[in-house]
T-cell receptor, first 114, second 114 residues
Framework: EAQVTQNPRYLITVTGKKLTVTCSQNMNHEYMSWYRQDPGLGLRQIYYSMNVEVTDKGDVPEGYKVSRKEKRNFPLILESPSPNQTSLYFC?????????????FGPGTRLTVT | GEDVEQSLFLSVREGDSSVINCTYTDSSSTYLYWYKQEPGAGLQLLTYIFSNMDMKQDQRLTVLLNKKDKHLSLRIADTQTGDSAIYFCAERIGGSSNTGKLIFGQGTTLQVKP
């Protein structure tokens, strides 16, 4: 089944403790991205990757890192989490269909930083 | 700048039509999307429209695009309780760069009363 998976789905952690949220897709998509969803703000892009070893900042990259060593995986790293990073995180992958990009979202990771 | 605006809440009775509205600012938008998010789930692509189209119909869903006013709407005919969810409007920007970046609105919570 074609899908985007994220782990963990739920995480409660403390300020300053490094964490990684994994994202994996089995559709051989080149383009992947991370978003955070906050009430009243919709989804905002954190980082994106157009292919292996090619990553770039989105709109809210501060406090986050990513890597793209393999096509299927795009982990999100929080080196020193802070309470303002408490949010719902979505990974997405997409491919080009004609002139359009069809984007598939993972189920989300709810992160709480105390 | 890039901005997408939606009203935050809409309540309708089962069987009525729902109309969710969205405005955007970036005139270089190529595709505009509607996503549905059910409680505890990721985003599911409902439909999309290319910027040179005025209307797209897909079963109970009708998308209207007024490019002059930068206004997008989603009409759901015969709304059912299963349609209760958050609906996100999104625009793809970047023109010829084809990054696939999406700008999301804040989301409209649709409540369907029996």
């Amino acid at each position: 089944e074609a899908q985007v998976t994220q782990n963990p789905r739920y995480l409660i952690t403390v300020t300053g403790k490094k964490l990684t949220v994994t994202c994996s897709q089995n559709m051989n998509h080149e383009y992947m991205s991370w978003y955070r969803q906050d009430p009243g703000l919709g989804l905002r892009q954190i980082y994106y990757s157009m292919n292996v070893e090619v990553t770039d900042k989105g709109d809210v990259p501060e406090g986050y890192k990513v890597s793209r060593k393999e096509k299927r995986n795009f982990p999100l790293i929080l080196e020193s989490p802070s309470p303002n990073q408490t949010s719902l995180y979505f990974c997405a992958s997409s491919y080009k269909k004609g002139h359009n990009y069809e984007q598939y979202f993972g189920p989300g990771t709810r992160l709480t930083v105390t | 700048g890039e901005d997408v605006e939606q009203s935050l809440f809409l309540s309708v009775r089962e069987g009525d039509s729902s109309v969710i509205n969205c405005t955007y600012t970036d005139s270089s938008s190529t595709y505009l999307y509607w996503y549905k998010q059910e409680p505890g789930a990721g985003l599911q692509l409902l439909t999309y429209i290319f910027s040179n189209m005025d209307m797209k119909q897909d079963q109970r869903l009708t998308v209207l695009l007024n490019k002059k006013d930068k206004h997008l709407s989603l009409r759901i005919a015969d709304t059912q309780t299963g349609d209760s969810a958050i609906y996100f409007c999104a625009e793809r920007i970047g023109g010829s760069s084809n990054t696939g970046k999406l700008i999301f609105g804040q989301g409209t919570t649709l409540q369907v009363k029996p």
